[in-house]
Each structure stands twice: as structure tokens, then as C-alpha cells.
């Protein structure tokens, strides 16, 4: 029992079913302009076959190798795609864990990035970045909205097995919220606005702001 004990003592919790998500890990980049903190925003390169054009933090896909430790994933995507080097981003801590409407498991952090002047965004990846002052996104509040989720069974799905009351076909499931941000003639929304929400939601606690 004692190894028992040590087994669960020591262990740090995961997602059960982690494999049956495509998993990404983003990087919310905090960048001092004027003594002032603003958060980085990339709009994502025209080119891309994934949502082009929209607006994301720096991130994506973990790698086999990097499920251990997400944190690595988006630091090496954040220097991909900004064309900076690791010693540059100094994590400072982890966000909460976020489902995107699209199915993918994302693990978001923060990050204070140093010399921001020297940020060369990869074109293949990137079509611009701007900045926003952390203070815009406490005084003003994002709008939202709801999205209907709906699951049904795969074709082959073994009825048999499990209550009658259980149907074929979409079923409706529930709803999420959707958040948004306006800020001058952009829009940040989906999984990178609910991102910012709890980042901001965390800051309105924090007495530096107050």
C-alpha cells in the first residue's frame, strides 16, 4: 500500500483522454512599452489553411516529445514565430487549461518577452503583430455570446450495449460562451479571447493594477 501511497502522492493530474485531442500549447506574450505592459497579438498569415488572417497568441501543436512538459512547445513556436531567441521569453506562470469549440486541447501561458524591438515575425506564419495595453482589458469588458454544442455516436456505435434512451443522430448537449474584444478596428474572439478573459480576470486581482 505504501507504494500505492507514493504512486498518487506524487502525481500530477492530466487529461484522461488527452490522445483523442489534437493538443497545442500558446504563449500570452506580455511586452513592456513606455513602462507599460501590453499584451502581443499575431495575426495569423493569409496563406495559412487554418483560419487565416485571424487573430491568435504565438503557439501550436505539441510534440510527442514535449507532452511532458506543454510550457516547451509554446516557447519554441513563440521563437519560431516571432523570430526571437529562447532567452528572450521568461515564462511567469500557467493560465487555465482551455477546450477549443474545434476540439483542441490547449495549454496557454504567460510570458514576459524581452527586447521587443528585435521581434522579426515569420512571414510564412505571421502577417503582422500589434500590441494593446494590458489596462485597455480591464476597463473595458468583452461582449459574448453562446454557441449550441451537439455530439452524436459514430456509425457502428454498439447500441446494444448501453441504455435504450440513448439516440441516434445529433444531440444537443448544452452551450458555451464565446468572448469578444474590440479594440480600435480589430477583433479578438474564440479560444484567444477566452484565453484573455482569464488572464484579465486574474489580473483584477492583482493589487499592481488597483
Known amino acids: 500500500m505504501d507504494e500505492l501511497k507514493r504512486a498518487f502522492r506524487n502525481r500530477l493530474p492530466r487529461f484522461q483522454n488527452e490522445v483523442d485531442f489534437l493538443v497545442s500549447a500558446v504563449l500570452l506574450p506580455i511586452v513592456i512599452v513606455n513602462d507599460e505592459p501590453h499584451v502581443l497579438f499575431e495575426v495569423r498569415a493569409e496563406n495559412l489553411k487554418r483560419q487565416p488572417g485571424e487573430i491568435c497568441f504565438p503557439g501550436g501543436m505539441v510534440e510527442q516529445s514535449e507532452f511532458d512538459n506543454p510550457m516547451e512547445a509554446a516557447v519554441r513556436e513563440a521563437t519560431e514565430e516571432l523570430g526571437i531567441e529562447r532567452e528572450q521569453i521568461e515564462v511567469i506562470g500557467q493560465l ?81 460562451t464565446v468572448y469578444f474584444y474590440k479594440y480600435k478596428d480589430r477583433i479578438i474572439w474564440g479560444a484567444t479571447a477566452g484565453i484573455l478573459h482569464n488572464f484579465v480576470s486574474i489580473c483584477h486581482n492583482i493589487k499592481y493594477w488597483q
Not at 138 to 148: A, C, G, I, K, Q
Request: some cysteine; proline content about 10%; aromatic content about 14%.
Open 96 to 176: 487555465d487549461y482551455c477546450i477549443s469549440l474545434t476540439g483542441i486541447l490547449i495549454y496557454p501561458y504567460v510570458g514576459m518577452i524581452a527586447r521587443p524591438d528585435q521581434i522579426v515575425p515569420n512571414p510564412g506564419e505571421v502577417g503582422e503583430v500589434f500590441l494593446v495595453p494590458v489596462k485597455f482589458f480591464l476597463t473595458n469588458e468583452p461582449y459574448h455570446s453562446r454557441v449550441e454544442v451537439s455530439t452524436r455516436f459514430v456509425e457502428g456505435f454498439p447500441f446494444h450495449c448501453i441504455p435504450q434512451s440513448y439516440k441516434k443522430g445529433w444531440q444537443l448537449r448544452g452551450t458555451t
